[in-house]
């Protein structure tokens, strides 16, 4: 499956919601159990960057994550402001 | 559809490829058609994050980046060097 179709799929189709968003998501795959986890870090750092593009209200941004055994993933959506 | 699924069905299966891996994703949903586009930019940015992080050899990263009129998708696949 195409990416470009992966986040059709999971975007709301409704007209209210036509508002201009990014997404950014990171998947680490583990081989060793026992790491500790870099994402978090990873994270803020990458929200450094992002709003250097944009502007974000920190209302506007939702994060996910995700973890099991074999990889942990973290998803970020922002609503990006209309007059950007 | 789960993200923690998405990259398990995307991850090649098989044993030889039990490489730690790790993937960025960034989705810009547009609604206005003729904005200039700042991924390649924002990309740049996030492969410096990610270098403080991770020992990354520039032979190992995979680049793809889609783009239709509604959105444009980067994705960055990265095998990560054993010893880390």
Redesign the interface.
């Known amino acids: 499956?195409?990416?470009?179709n992966?986040?059709?799929?999971?975007?709301p189709n409704t007209a209210q919601l036509?508002?201009?968003?990014?997404?950014?998501?990171?998947?680490?795959?583990?081989?060793?159990r026992n790491q500790p986890s870099?994402l978090p870090?990873?994270q803020k750092?990458?929200m450094a960057?992002?709003k250097?593009?944009?502007q974000v209200n920190q209302d506007d941004i939702s994060i996910?994550y995700?973890s099991?055994d074999?990889?942990e993933?973290l998803?970020l959506n922002i609503v990006l402001p209309d007059n950007v």
Chains 1, 2 share one sequence.
């Open positions: 499956m195409s990416l470009l992966y986040f059709k799929k999971s975007k036509a508002k201009e968003r990014l997404q950014i998501l990171v998947a680490h795959e583990r081989t060793q870099y870090e990873l750092e990458l960057v992002i250097k593009y944009v996910n995700e099991d074999e990889q993933t998803e």
